[in-house]
């Protein structure tokens, strides 16, 4: 089954028409995040990375640490940002 999350991206992505790019969605876990996900575009060979950010509320932003910003500060693939 899909997350409501997984939805949504299926969703914005499929909007008009299907991709015409090829794509898999994985989930990477680990300790460190930004490590894990460093490893596996290295590891994989990796040549667009695309995330998905979602809006937060005030307090949420200042306390969150941010994926997102950490990877697009420290990856050397391009990187793609869907805002869901």
């Keep these: 089954t899909f997350s409501t ?6 969703e914005t992505l499929f909007k008009k028409d299907d991709p ?13 995040s930004g490590a894990a996900l460093t490893n596996f575009i290295q590891d994989h060979q990796i040549d667009l990375l695309v995330l998905s950010h979602q809006q937060r509320n005030y307090w949420d932003s200042i306390f969150h640490h941010s994926l997102t910003k950490e990877m697009a500060l420290s990856i050397q ?5 869907l805002h869901i």
Excluded: N
Excluded at 20 to 32: V, W
Excluded at 77 to 81: A, D, I, Q, W, Y
């Design 5 to 10: 999350m997984e939805i949504e991206i299926f």
């Design 20 to 32: 015409s790019i090829a794509f898999d969605m994985l989930e990477i876990t680990g300790p460190d």
């Design 77 to 81: 693939v391009p990187l793609l940002t």
